[in-house]
């Protein structure tokens, strides 16, 4: 499953992307507040890509006992 957040800038833009959507069958909800959501969607993509970067060996692995720390 994926996640796709897409930010309209107008009333028109909305009414045009909810209409493709549909066309294509696809479920989606809509929200009108989505700074949680925004948030949480950031939060995933910083982890996504430090994953990568230790993957990669730009960046040491932390180890998860020790996160507690830093917040």
């Known amino acids: 499953m994926e996640n796709i957040l897409i930010e ?3 009333k028109e833009q909305s009414k045009t992307v909810k209409t493709i959507l549909k066309a294509l ?5 809509t929200l009108e507040d989505i700074s949680d959501s ?3 969607a950031e939060s995933i993509a910083r982890g996504y890509k430090e994953m990568l ?3 990669s060996g730009k960046l040491e692995a932390k180890n998860a006992r020790d996160l507690w ?3």
């Open 8 to 10: 309209k800038l107008d």
């Open 25 to 29: 069958k696809v479920k989606f909800k």
């Open 38 to 40: 925004k948030k949480i």
């Open 53 to 55: 970067e230790v993957k």
């Open 69 to 71: 720390r830093e917040i």
